[in-house]
């Protein structure tokens, strides 16, 4: 989610082709947007993220993270002394703070696929 965060549910809902050349790495997964706090980054509602699955994350770095293992969002991240800042890119949502035990970083926003339609297997 690019909104508030949402409870997080493992779906499969299909499968996107992408261009390695264009995303790179390997085992990339996607989510599919629901929200508007990250539209000042380009990433609108209903947009497809693929991610780089990954643990950790570099300050600025626009992430989807896992929160106290039930909710997920995708928002820019920085690491603090005391806590992980999560900020979206629209002036309209606040910035939300976590102890660093509440979070659990699933990978890094590679690019955004606008308009895709997942394909199924049967």
């Not at 299909?14 to 790495?25: A, E, N, P, Q, S």
């Not at 508007?36 to 993220?49: F, K, P, Q, R, T």
């Not at 890094?108 to 997942?118: D, N």
Request: with cysteine; aromatic share 10%; glycine share 10%.
């Amino acid at each position: 989610t690019a909104g508030l965060p949402m409870y997080a549910q493992q779906e499969w809902d299909g499968t996107v082709i992408v261009d390695k050349d264009l995303f790179g790495g390997d085992n990339l997964f996607c989510l599919r947007i629901k929200g508007e706090s990250m539209c000042d980054a380009g990433i609108l509602n209903g947009d497809l993220v693929i991610c780089e699955p990954r643990q950790y994350a570099e300050n600025g770095e626009i992430v989807a993270v896992l929160i106290n293992n039930e909710e997920a969002t995708v928002k820019r991240f920085f690491l603090k002394s005391e806590c992980i800042e999560l900020h979206p890119e629209n002036e309209t949502y606040p910035v939300m703070s976590y102890s660093f035990s509440e979070l659990l970083v699933q990978g890094k926003v590679v690019g955004v696929v606008r308009g895709a339609h997942p394909t199924f297997s049967r």
